[in-house]
């Protein structure tokens, strides 16, 4: 297939390997590390049409772009064709290279509004709202699917044919239906019958834990590209390792970059409260594949300060020197990376998949038309 118009657009590599929206997750400091380890393009997280249609100032926080950056897109879900076309003409005008349509969301609240993965049930909508999309920006323009809502609606050849006559220039496949969880296996022989069937790229997406899953996603489904989701949590280290199958990460690379992870933490959030609550669960996840990471894992979430994190990591690091550990242990995905989302946050300060700015602050009016 000759070279994609809009990757070239974007002078993003041969192959991609991109990090994934990722809703609670994916601010400027944790995007900004995983470009650091070779990310080809990151994204904000999922932002909702009518948060941004009814200018609510948290969803706007949300879009802040580092001026360090260098590619960045935005992702948008929405109930009709209207609202996400119109948001998208509010994103354009913002500043991210890429705009992408999230239609694979499978949070309940996020479903309900007829967003997110809702839309798989209605291919005839999915054309509609990419065609729209499309009319509404010039930036390259892609979207993220899932197979289907349940076994009995397996839309996916509908949703791709849908979205390329509607004009996205990719779409990202997450192998999976809407109905099943993480526990369900990647179907790669259907991303592969998507990949026959269209003349745009596809990417990649579920269980990239290592380069060996990349590798295979690549060889079976004739993937463009990859997206990584779960694989980057607490493992900034997999776009590396996908790029020249060096795994390995010795204890002062990982001090070096969880320390410089939390400078941008203060930059961005300050030195207390809300930056520190927002990385202990980074924290959590970089404890993995050490030994001795359960004493970390059981102070993190007592911490209240960039400074008291700082504290804990580089005590923790000079433990792990003191007992002669220099080197990371391989950590199987299905011991270490199978995560539940909600699982360890706190959920009082921090926000989790779900919380991502549908719920409108009290007071706001829409945009005019
Ligand atoms: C914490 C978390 C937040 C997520 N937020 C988003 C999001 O904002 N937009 C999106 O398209 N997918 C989101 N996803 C889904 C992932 O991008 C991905 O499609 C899914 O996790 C499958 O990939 P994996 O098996 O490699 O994790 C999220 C997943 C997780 C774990």
Known sequence: MP?????????????????APLAGVSDHPFRRVCAGQGASLTYVEMLSAKAILYKSQRTFDMMARHAEESVLGVQVTGGSADDVARAIEILDKQPFDTIDINMGCPVTKVVKTGSGSAILKEPERVYETVRRGRQATDKPFSVKVRLGWDRSQVSIFEVADAAEKGGADWITIHGRLRSEDYSFPVDLATIAAVRRRLAIPVIGNGNIFSQGDALQMRERSRVDGVMVSRGALGNPWIFREIMTGNSEVSADEW?????????????AYGPGGMG?????????????????????????????????????VQEFHRDLLAAGVTRRLQVAAEQGFIWDPKYEMDRKLDRG?????????????????
């Open 353 to 369: 998949v779900g919380d991502d700015g549908l719920g409108l602050e009290p007071g706001l009016e829409p945009v005019p038309r």
């Open 276 to 312: 520190a609550v927002c990385m202990r669960k980074h924290l959590l996840w970089y404890a993995k594949g050490w030994p001795g990471a359960k004493n970390l894992r059981e102070r993190i979430n007592t911490a209240d300060s960039i400074e008291s994190c700082l504290t804990m």
């Open 255 to 267: 001090l070096q970059t969880v320390t410089e992870h939390l400078t941008w933490q203060q930059q």
């Open 3 to 19: 070279r994609c118009p809009a990757f070239e657009k974007l002078g993003l590599p041969e192959f991609p390997i991109i990090l």
